[in-house]
């Protein structure tokens, strides 16, 4: 089974609207870490937000939030106010257990074009 | 230095080629990991150090792969007779602790190769 999944591989949306990035998961590890990353044309990965699984809230940077929901096993992106800038590859990611040394696993990732 | 630096940024190899490909993490990072990027997919994990010692090469896909971090700080990855299939983006990450709770990973800009 996959262990990280994004079904979207491609969104449009209006520049200045919402847009939800849907990313599910499994793991059996009761510890877990949830990571969203950016990668432009450029192809770095930039990282975007963190969300823990022991963490009561959502996490939220800037026009960033993490929609968590624990028992659905789903971390779903949100970017608010979308930018033409924000137009890059999106993908969520996930570390089992809370060591640095525990790789990431990736989703296939969801590309998202910002419409002026 | 400030980021991760991975060179060289392009390379095109014959099939059949040894290449080299060379990540230098941020300074006293402790933990590096590469990753392969096929075109269009998310990123695998192929191997990890901790210092200078690897811990994880079990994302390796042949023997044709090998990496190294000889002193703990620049890593090597090699891909010796390289095949079409090699052909991808090569991505290096490293981490500052052995123990983190949440972020950590920075990632360098990737190494595209293109294997002819």
């Known amino acids: 089974a996959q262990k990280i999944t994004q079904t979207q591989p491609g969104m449009f949306v209006q520049e200045k609207e919402a847009v939800t990035l849907d990313c599910t998961y499994d793991?059996?590890?009761?510890?877990?870490?949830l990571f969203w990353y950016k990668q432009p044309s450029s192809g770095e990965m930039i990282f975007l937000i963190y969300?823990?699984?022991?963490?009561?809230q959502n996490a939220t940077e800037g026009r960033y939030s993490l929609n968590f929901q624990k028992a659905r096993k789903s971390a779903n992106l949100v970017i608010s106010a979308s930018q033409l800038g924000d137009s890059a590859m999106y993908f969520c990611?996930?570390?089992?257990?809370?060591?640095?040394?525990?790789?990431?696993?990736f989703g296939g990732g969801t590309r998202l074009m910002v419409k002026p | 230095g400030a980021g991760v630096s991975q060179s060289p940024r392009y390379k095109v190899a014959k099939r059949g080629q040894d290449v080299a490909l060379r990540c230098d993490p941020i300074?006293?990072?402790?933990?590096l990991f590469w990753y392969q990027q096929a075109l269009g997919q998310g990123p695998e994990f192929l191997t990890y150090?901790?210092?200078?010692?690897?811990?994880?090469k079990s994302g390796l896909p042949s023997d044709r792969f090998f990496a190294e971090r000889p002193e703990g700080s620049v890593s090597t990855l090699k891909i010796q007779r390289t095949q079409q299939e090699d052909s991808a983006v090569y991505l290096c990450?490293?981490?500052?602790?052995?123990?983190?709770?949440?972020?950590?990973?920075?990632f360098g800009s990737g190494t595209r190769l293109t294997v002819v």
């Open positions: 990450a490293s981490s500052s602790s052995r123990q983190t709770s949440n972020y950590g990973y920075t």
């Open positions: 793991t059996s590890d009761p510890s877990y870490g």
């Open positions: 969300q823990g699984s022991y963490d009561q």
């Open positions: 990611a996930m570390r089992e257990g809370r060591a640095a040394g525990n790789m990431l696993t």
């Open positions: 300074s006293g990072h402790v933990s």
């Open positions: 150090f901790q210092n200078e010692a690897q811990l994880d």
